[in-house]
């Protein structure tokens, strides 16, 4: 894991190893401090180490939610909008290259426009299982383990709140980024070795 470590700082990143969900959240709660304003992109990953939760548990932020229950889409919309702009914006990534690079697929385009460019401060949280060889395996894995599953998890949904199951693999990842490097400091990589999200 040193060498990734190597080559990741390379690229401008900052790849942090630990070995489980536990290790992750303690580590991703030492970047929120008091008043910084956090936004969110959609993963799985992060709710799965408890992040999300412990997030909105906190009252000394503001966080740009567009998970709220019983918000309007223009609100969802406006706040996707703010966290472009926030201090700390959390996500994660549908794959991360043993070459330094990241591969997205975005419906709506906030998660991947974030990691190229606005928030001050970006963390992502990935597990062992987003990690592939190169740029190629991470299109490939998008296509084949990414979109199904969360083509599956986004219909369901849907059918829960009696909406019609629309999503489908030509509307759920519209837009793309390959990203090679950043800002050095600027994005923090935390790499779980468990299996997490899609």
């Known amino acids: 894991m040193e060498a990734l470590k190597k ?3 390379e690229h401008g990143f900052e790849l942090i190893c630990v070995p489980n969900k536990e290790e992750a959240l303690r580590v991703a709660i030492s970047f929120i401090k008091p008043h910084m304003r956090i936004g969110f992109g959609g993963s799985t990953s992060v709710k799965e180490i408890g992040l999300y939760a412990y997030v909105t548990s ?3 932020v503001t966080l740009f939610n567009q998970y709220e229950s019983g918000i309007s889409m223009e609100e969802n919309v406006e706040r996707r909008r703010q966290g472009l702009l926030a201090d700390l914006y959390i996500c ?3 794959a991360l290259t043993k070459k330094g690079e990241l591969v997205n697929a975005d419906g709506s385009g906030n998660r ?3 990691q190229i460019f606005g928030p001050k401060k970006v963390l992502i949280i990935a597990g062992k299982n987003k990690l592939v060889e190169n740029i190629e395996e991470g299109f490939q894995r998008i296509r084949e383990v990414a979109s199904p599953k969360n083509i599956e998890r986004m219909n369901n949904v849907a059918i829960s709140m ?3 199951p629309r999503y ?3 509307n759920i ?3 793309f980024s390959y990203i090679t490097g950043d800002e050095v400091g600027r994005t923090t990589i935390i790499l ?3 299996e997490l999200g899609f």
């Open 7 to 9: 080559v990741y700082q």
């Open 58 to 60: 906190r009252t000394d």
């Open 92 to 94: 994660s990534t549908n």
């Open 112 to 114: 991947v426009a974030a």
């Open 162 to 164: 009696g909406k019609p």
């Open 168 to 170: 489908t693999m030509d």
């Open 173 to 175: 990842g519209q837009k």
């Open 192 to 194: 779980v070795d468990e």
